[in-house]
DNA sequence: CTTTCGATGATCT
DNA sequence: GATCATCGAAAGG
């Protein structure tokens, strides 16, 4: 069963942990996502479509890249049906294939840190804006869900300032490649 | 170990 | 002019 991208984008953040995500046949895991709803103020797509946002709105199961704090790429899969602006963040990946490559482009050797935060995914995998708004189903992308059940965790997303109480961040259970450790069960 | 801060530019008020 | 779904280096304990 393909990942259902039409589902809420909680669904979908939960059912992506586990799936493998290519880009030329570069990527590996997914450890580490976070799910952006329609109606959620910490969404870009809160306002309505704008010229930055414009394929959250478009169809499910495509790319959206935003560049982030004027020098970072940020990938998400839109969810839910086209005109919702619903999609979930793609935080964290475990390298798997293409490792030197990711090594090349990251300039670095740690692989824990290849792939650990949506910037440092994005520029392992060489997202840029050109895959803005381009099919997840098609090359270059490549997407294989989660084989088995996996164990989730969930916690408050990362780096926003509205609705900072959600648990809507999830990752692999004692994975070493999420970008930071998930904090206590209980909220502060 | 933790916290602070500069980079760098689009977006929004 | 302020804010940002970030990263990494530097400074502080």
């Given at each position: ?72 790429w940020?990938l ?19 390298p ?18 290849l ?63 999420i970008s ?9």
């Amino acid at each position: 069963m393909p990942v259902d991208f039409t589902a809420s984008p909680v669904q979908v953040a939960r059912a992506l942990i586990g799936a493998v995500l290519l880009v030329e046949g570069v990527g590996g895991v997914i450890v580490e996502t976070e799910a952006y709803d329609d109606t959620d103020p910490a969404s870009h797509s809160i306002g309505g479509p704008t010229a930055r946002n414009r394929s959250m709105f478009g169809p499910p199961g495509h790319a959206y890249v935003y560049r982030s704090y004027g020098l970072h790429w940020c990938l998400n899969f839109v969810c839910r049906e086209a005109g919702r602006g619903a999609a979930v963040l793609i935080r964290a990946i475990e390298p798997v294939q293409g490792v030197e490559q990711m090594r090349e482009r990251r300039g670095i050797d740690d692989e824990r840190l290849l792939c650990a935060g949506p910037g440092r995914l994005a520029q392992a995998l060489g997202i840029t804006d050109q895959h803005d708004g381009l099919p997840l189903g098609l090359p270059p992308f490549e997407l294989r869900p989660a084989s088995g059940a996996s164990e989730v965790q969930a916690g408050r997303r990362v780096g926003i300032s509205k609705a900072i109480d959600l648990p809507w961040r999830f990752g692999l259970a004692r994975s070493k490649f999420i970008s930071r450790p998930f904090s206590a069960p209980q909220p502060r």
